[in-house]
């Protein structure tokens, strides 16, 4: 009965390739976010989806894109992975502007 | 430029021990979070205070807020082992209701 499921849990891979991280909510929250938390802790907004709809779209390169299937599901698409990506990347969900529930992270390193 | 610093950057107390920590921020807001970050864990949610008030209580948690000097302050009563974690806060600007702005965060540990 996990709120908010993120897969998969780690990620390994080689430099260039690209790769998917899905995340999916069971609350029935109508918004659902992307963080990137750096190996100094330091959490940063990525993405939000309200409804299906794109909201924020933070200073990201070009090589994440953000997918929304529906309210309950928000994927994350990156290409050409470079060494910089090696990180933490956490979903979140909220229902409008209550406090967010995150799911426990993806931990993407990069070879 | 992010907003958001926290101080201490970390933090080691003896159990049963009142543990404060404080964050500052640059811009106006709308309300300001505490979150805790239990190690190899996603955040949780422990309290919201809003820019009209000054202080909360939440169990053994007590935040206060000063707009003026755009500072907050979490409190945590009577340390547990069980507190030991990276605690952060964040702000949520009154044109943005959905951007979180996450400061530093600052690591507690509580020794038994």
């Known amino acids: 009965d996990t709120a908010v499921s993120q897969t998969p849990k780690y990620l390994v891979t080689q430099m260039g390739n690209d790769k998917s991280i899905k995340c999916e909510q069971n609350?029935?929250?109508?918004?659902m976010y992307w963080y990137k938390q750096d190996s100094k802790k330091f959490l940063k907004i990525m993405f939000s989806?309200?409804?299906?709809?794109?909201?924020i779209n933070e200073t990201v390169p070009n090589r994440f894109s953000p997918k929304s299937p529906d309210k309950a599901h928000l994927n994350l698409h990156i290409n050409s992975l470079e060494l910089g990506d090696s990180a933490v990347y956490f979903c979140?969900?909220?229902?409008?502007?209550?406090?967010?529930?995150f799911g426990d992270g993806t931990r993407l390193s990069i070879l | 430029s992010q907003q958001g610093e926290e101080d201490p950057q970390a933090l080691s107390i003896q159990e049963g021990e009142n543990a404060t920590m404080n964050c500052s921020y640059k811009?106006?807001?709308?309300?300001l979070q505490w979150y805790r970050q239990n190690s190899g864990r996603g955040l949780v949610h422990l309290i919201l205070?809003?820019?009209?008030?000054r202080e909360k209580h939440s169990g053994r948690l007590r935040v206060t807020l000063d707009t003026s000097k755009k500072s907050s302050s979490l409190l945590i009563t009577a340390s547990r082992a069980a507190d030991t974690a990276s605690y952060f806060c964040?702000?949520?600007?009154?044109?943005?209701?959905?951007?979180?702005?996450f400061g530093s965060g600052t690591r507690l540990l509580v020794r038994p």
């Open positions: 205070i809003r820019s009209n008030e």
């Open positions: 609350l029935g929250h109508d918004t």
């Open positions: 811009t106006s807001i709308n309300n």
């Open positions: 989806y309200n409804n299906k709809e794109l909201i």
């Open positions: 964040a702000t949520v600007k009154g044109d943005s209701s959905y951007k979180l702005i």
């Open positions: 979140a969900s909220s229902q409008d502007s209550q406090p967010q529930h």
